[in-house]
């Protein structure tokens, strides 16, 4: 078996490979005059897994090129990270369905796929091959633990995340509660308690994706009239669009976490040990 790395998953990939005690296929990109990306996996197995985050359209691009690259081969992809996979439905007439669009064009190629975290696991149904979603709500639990915080109060900052959050609390069998939150916009959002009380609390921020971080800002906000005596956000997928990363140190987080499924300078959490579980499987 040999691993191949997206240039947006190569830290994740790297580890995966430890994991799975194999190597790392060497891989030649390049960038015609035109703008047109070149790839050249260097070195096959029969069994190739290609890790790669689909961040942006040039990273679409890149997975389509490497899984066509590896044709005739048993190909397990993973996508720590699939872009484009909240736009799950026709939300307004005329719309397309975008994530439908991605996992049918991803699945070429491939034998089976794995998602890390996908928003909406009914998306799996639309890729054309095997396909499972991994979750390392365990893994975001276990950073918590190493906080060392004597009663933290998870939350969810709204019902979408409140099973992740229930999944992350169990690991310290710690208080959980969520928001109820209404989106104003795409970067603008009004918050509002649900079941809380976290006067002296600290807190914990937990969701599957960060993307502008406006959800754990405003949440934040909130925590902090309520009294809390300090606020953590943990995130799967840390996109931080828009300046995110610098709105939430802004805003007075004591520690922003997000995982490798996107690599930041905050990726402390990594997915390699579910992921390489998982094809070890
Ligand atoms: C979507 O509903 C996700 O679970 C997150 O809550 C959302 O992506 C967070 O977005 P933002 O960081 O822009 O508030």
Known sequence: MKVIYAETSQLLATRVAYCLGCRIAEVKYNTFPDGEQYVRVMNFDDDMVIVASTVDSRSILQVLLMLDACEGKNTTLVLPYMGYARQDKRFNEGEPISARVLARVLSEGASRIFTVNIHTPSVLGYFKCPAE??????????????????????????????????????????????????????????????????????????????????????????????????VRAAGVHGLFANGGYVKLMQAGFADIVSSDTIERECSRVTASTVVADAIRR
């Not at 004597?150 to 999944?167: C, H, I, Q």
């Not at 989106?183 to 960060?210: T, W």
């Open 133 to 230: 979603n991994l979750t390392i709500a365990p893994k975001i639990g276990e950073h918590i633990q190493t906080l060392k915080l004597a009663d933290p109060l998870v939350l969810a900052p709204d019902d979408g995340a409140w099973e992740f959050a229930k999944s992350v609390a169990t690991i310290g069998d710690w208080d959980c509660d969520h928001f109820d939150k209404t989106r104003l916009s795409g970067s603008e959002v009004k918050m509002a308690p649900k079941h809380l009380d976290a006067n002296g609390r600290d807190c914990i921020l937990v969701d599957d994706i960060i993307a502008t971080g406006g959800s754990m800002t405003t949440a934040a906000g909130m925590l902090k009239k309520l009294g809390a005596t300090s």
